[in-house]
């Protein structure tokens, strides 16, 4: 079974409006979270990271949220654009090692 | 700067036969990773480089994969004989690791379309 999972697995939402992507994980102990951003035909971008006292950090449009108790981020993204539209992967860090497990990923389609 | 350069972009071979990847990671880039990823799945770890030295390779298919790093800077990922499962996206990647500490970013390169007929 994974240790991190994203949902919805998919979305579709108009140009404009707002959206929130979910990541639950067990990996444990846990050291930091990143949100990747992966265009299509790209390799993935890191949007921001997350840390075990961080409960909020925002990067532009992106905010991201960290609920270390129950072991679930979110990333919500503002005011939509056309160019949101991409692969949104979650990756959660352990402090065993260097050890990193990726989410399958949230596939985001903004529409006009 | 330079991102992670990886080539070639697609490569179409048939089954049985070799194939080869390249990535030249970001200059002064300690840590260099290669991964696979399926349609709609995330990248998954095949091996990582602390400079030249292989530190986890746990994952990696070694009957049929190979890879190697030399002078760790530039890598290579080789797959003989490869089978029609291998077709994937494969993906490198780079970050300045520092010891004791993993939040570094992974820069990834825009990955080898790899399909097997």
């Not at chain 1, 404009?16 to 050291?31: A, I, R």
């Not at chain 2, 602390?50 to 002078?71: G, I, W």
Request: net charge positive.
């Amino acid at each position: 079974k994974n240790q991190v999972e994203q949902s919805p697995q998919s979305l579709i939402i108009l140009e404009g409006k707002n959206c929130t992507l979910q990541c639950n994980y067990t990996v444990s102990p846990f050291s930091n979270l990143r949100w990747y951003k992966q265009d299509t035909g790209r390799g993935p971008v890191s949007l921001t990271i997350m840390t075990f006292s961080e409960n909020t950090k925002s990067n532009g449009r992106y905010t991201a949220t960290l609920d270390a108790d129950t072991k679930q981020s979110s990333l919500h993204i503002t005011a939509s654009q056309l160019s949101d539209s991409a692969s949104y992967i979650c990756v959660v860090s352990s402090y065993n090692n260097n050890d990193m497990r990726f989410g399958a990923g949230t596939r985001l389609t903004v529409k006009p | 700067e330079a991102g992670v350069v990886q080539s070639p972009r697609y490569k179409i071979i048939e089954k049985k036969q070799p194939v080869a990847f390249w990535c030249n990671p970001i200059s002064g880039h300690n840590t260099l990773y290669w991964y696979r990823q399926n349609l709609g799945q995330g990248p998954e770890l095949l091996i990582r480089y602390e400079n030249e030295e292989a530190v986890d390779d746990s994952q990696l298919p070694k009957d049929r994969f190979s890879a190697e790093r030399l002078k760790g800077v530039d890598s290579t990922l080789k797959i003989q004989p490869a089978e029609l499962g291998d077709s994937a996206v494969y993906l490198c990647a780079s970050s300045l690791a520092v010891r004791g500490r993993n939040n570094s970013p992974l820069h990834f390169g825009n990955g080898t379309r790899l399909t097997v007929t």
